[in-house]
């Protein structure tokens, strides 16, 4: 089998979410010479460097134009050593090769006429249980919308609960309590009113969710170590499910002082890529769980890696989810094989529906679980509307 050409779709609507980010997704279509194509993820939707994946995914293309995708592996390596920059660990670099990595999972499975979990080895988990993420902007699917009131995040956790999810995660410092972003404001020491604000939040999801809700807090890397040891001392009360991005993961040292100060697990990885990336927080054994993103991480080839490395100091996996159903379809592939699975993120952006109309099929939870598809590869394609929507760049 060899690769005759590869599509480059940028889905560019000139989207925006989450207070003005773009929202753009980039996919890749690898064709074969046996009439088999294998769909693949550029993890740039979310802000900026969609464009930077549209580049990135031209280039890689002739790394791979000719090649044989039933060896991934190889062709892996060529890419990292071969286009120089790789072996730097970049975002945009090691998104374009995780796209290209999912796609040759995509066509092996179609090859060999079995979903790719089959080929990770089998299923170890039936069922996935899912959190309803980022609360904050309500729990719908409809635009987003910004709850600053403390009643709002009582209704939102009942929304939730109604729907069969045990699990919320809510960013509690992003909007003041008029709904104006807290922006710089939370570095450094932080103010008493901001403490407060993220509190009464907290509390309003506790009281509504009961004693038996998880509750996730998610930082977003907005805070600076000190903050995150305030803000983490002041809900502790609240039994936190663990604590995600306290800080940004450039200094693990950081991490570690987080760590070692409060008393919630943490979890980081959307932007940590590569397991040479995890390698320092696989040493200092700051993070309980990890959250690889399949479609920045390295592909479902490095994920698998970095998640079985995770298993050796005892870390739990939440694979990153905020891109298009092909990386979702993706991390429910990964997921159903490795023992270390905790929950899988159902972010706001998967009910969507200009997300949603991307793809074939429309995998959501039911009663806060996920299904792993069953079809061939990983059990997602685009729409043929979407393809003629947007026409791809074609490179042969």
């Known amino acids: 089998m060899k690769i005759t050409s590869v599509e480059i779709f940028d889905i560019d609507r000139n989207m925006h979410v989450s207070g003005g980010a773009s929202w753009n997704p980039v996919f890749v279509k690898v064709n074969t010479d046996e009439g088999i194509s294998g769909y693949g993820e550029v993890g740039l939707a979310y802000g900026d460097g969609s464009k930077a994946g549209v580049g990135i995914a031209r280039d890689y293309a002739r790394h791979v134009i000719g090649k044989d995708p039933l060896k991934s592996e190889k062709i892996w390596l060529d890419i990292l050593r071969g286009s120089f920059w790789a072996q730097g660990n970049g975002a945009v670099e090691m998104a374009g090769i995780s796209a290209y990595d999912m796609a040759f ?151 570690k002082l987080v760590a070692d100060n409060v008393n919630i697990p943490l979890a980081s990885g959307e932007r940590i890529y590569s397991r040479w990336g995890y390698a320092p927080f696989f040493k200092n054994r700051s993070l309980s769980v990890i959250q690889p993103d399949l479609a920045n991480c390295g592909g479902i080839s490095e994920g698998k890696k970095i998640c079985d490395m995770a ?84 490179v042969s």
């Open 311 to 394: 298993q050796v100091f005892d870390m739990s996996v939440q694979v990153h989810v905020c891109g298009g159903p092909i990386s979702k379809a993706a991390a429910l592939q990964l997921e159903a094989v490795i023992p270390n699975f905790l929950i899988h993120e159902h972010h706001s952006f998967a009910l969507l529906p200009y997300n949603v109309r991307l793809c074939k099929y429309d995998y959501q939870p039911v009663n806060g679980c996920y299904s792993v598809p069953d079809l061939p590869g990983i059990g997602q394609e685009l729409t043929e509307e979407t393809m003629k929507e947007f026409p791809p760049l074609v």
């Open 105 to 255: 999972w995509d066509i092996k499975g179609k090859a060999y006429g079995v979903p790719v979990y089959q080929l990770l080895g089998g299923k170890t988990n039936e069922k996935l249980r899912a959190y309803a993420s980022q609360i904050q902007f309500n729990w719908h699917t409809a635009e987003e919308e910004i709850l600053y009131k403390r009643q709002q995040y009582v209704e939102v956790t009942k929304k939730a609960m109604g729907e069969g999810y045990t699990c919320v995660k809510v960013d509690p410092i992003i909007f003041d309590d008029q709904g104006v972003p807290f922006g710089w404001n939370t570095h450094g020491v932080l103010s008493q009113k901001l403490i407060r604000i993220a509190r009464e939040r907290i509390e309003a999801i506790r009281e509504a969710g009961g004693d038996d809700m998880d509750i996730i807090i998610e930082l977003h890397s907005f805070t600076d170590a000190t903050a995150a040891i305030q803000l983490g001392k002041a809900l502790e009360p609240f039994n936190i499910f663990y604590y995600e991005e306290p800080v940004a993961p450039l200094n693990p040292e950081m991490m």
